[in-house]
């Protein structure tokens, strides 16, 4: 089997009630080259059946990792860790993707081949109402001088990036002193590293 392009990193946990609808937008892409690599971190509410039985239903390219709870670093890590693309287009258990998000993100990868990491927009969306949009970036030269003072500029669920460039700086730290900015701390290492691209 041709290794995928593209890597789908879910990291889940007790979302068998909502993950279906997360796995539509992934299936729905009109970018057809990745795979799904949902980490079920120590779920209780069989979460992981859901998923399995999701991705043989529709004959969706991937797998379902189980593993103790070890929070969203550690799932995030073992889902990079496990992915067979090139790239990691990472997906929080409860947020939803455009159709056309995996085409417009890797045409800006085509464009800009200097590119590690290619970042959008968000909308903030609830009951089906956009809230607002929430905007990322912008780019700087100095990357991580901008993130250290400025703030984080990235989102997760907006974001695809080298597999190789985040494997090279150890993935996200899973100490436990970082949970919940884990994000933010692994954007600034990367900066170091990688070279970012913000869609507009």
């Given at each position: 089997?041709?290794?995928?392009?593209?890597?789908?990193?879910?990291?889940?946990?007790?979302?068998?009630?909502?993950?279906?609808?997360?796995?539509?937008?992934?299936?729905?892409?009109t970018y057809r080259d990745w795979e799904?690599?949902?980490?079920?971190?120590?779920?209780?509410?069989?979460?992981?059946?859901?998923?399995?039985?999701?991705?043989?239903?529709?004959?969706?390219?991937?797998?379902?990792?189980?593993?103790?709870?070890?929070?969203?670093?550690?799932?995030?890590?073992?889902?990079m860790k496990a992915a067979r693309g090139?790239?990691?287009?990472?997906?929080?258990?409860?947020?939803?993707?455009?159709?056309?998000?995996?085409?417009?993100?890797?045409?800006?990868?085509?464009?800009?081949?200097?590119?590690?990491?290619?970042?959008?927009?968000?909308?903030?969306?609830?009951?089906?109402?956009?809230?607002?949009?929430?905007?990322?970036?912008?780019?700087?030269?100095?990357?991580?001088?901008?993130?250290?003072?400025?703030?984080?500029?990235?989102?997760?669920?907006?974001?695809?990036?080298?597999?190789?460039?985040?494997?090279?700086?150890?993935?996200?730290?899973?100490?436990?002193?970082?949970?919940?900015?884990?994000?933010?701390?692994?954007?600034?290492?990367?900066?170091?590293?990688?070279?970012?691209?913000?869609?507009?």
């Open positions: 089997m041709a290794e995928p392009t593209v890597s789908v990193v879910i990291p889940a946990y007790n979302a068998a009630s909502f993950i279906e609808k997360t796995l539509d937008t992934v299936r729905a892409q799904v690599v949902l980490v079920d971190d120590g779920s209780t509410d069989g979460t992981a059946d859901v998923v399995e039985k999701y991705l043989a239903k529709h004959g969706m390219p991937g797998r379902c990792i189980r593993q103790p709870n070890g929070k969203i670093a550690a799932a995030r890590n073992a889902g090139r790239y990691i287009a990472l997906l929080d258990h409860d947020d939803l993707w455009r159709p056309e998000k995996l085409e417009t993100v890797m045409a800006e990868f085509e464009k800009h081949p200097e590119a590690d990491l290619v970042c959008h927009n968000e909308d903030i969306v609830k009951d089906g109402t956009i809230l607002r949009t929430s905007e990322n970036g912008p780019y700087c030269e100095k990357m991580y001088e901008r993130l250290l003072w400025v703030g984080n500029a990235l989102s997760p669920s907006a974001t695809v990036f080298k597999k190789e460039k985040a494997l090279a700086i150890g993935g996200m730290r899973e100490n436990a002193e970082f949970n919940t900015v884990e994000d933010y701390d692994f954007w600034m290492r990367l900066s170091k590293v990688a070279r970012y691209q913000f869609l507009r």
